[in-house]
């Protein structure tokens, strides 16, 4: 028995435009020059608000860090005049 095969051909036009390397298509957006430059202005400002947020966090961080130091150094002298009161008071004197 002769079985009919069914062959299909494409073209090299149908070939050429189903590749994937044509495939991914990029968007093209056109805007006038008080758009671009709104857009720019924008940017920056967002830009220059990270800034500041990020200064802002820096700074309180920076704030904690000392006063956990000065809490901690004030403890520790505390604790020095307790054990040792004459010669604590006598280093702390000279400076």
Sequence with gaps: ???ERKVMYTSLFDTFF????????????VV??????????NQRQEELDDIEDSRKRLEESYQARIKVLDERQNEIKEELKALSP?????ALNKK
């Design 1 to 3: 028995m002769y079985s």
């Design 18 to 29: 189903s590749d994937s390397l044509i495939a991914p298509t990029r968007t093209v957006y």
């Design 32 to 41: 006038s020059d008080s758009q671009l430059e709104e857009l720019k202005r």
């Design 86 to 90: 004459t010669k604590v008071k006598a």
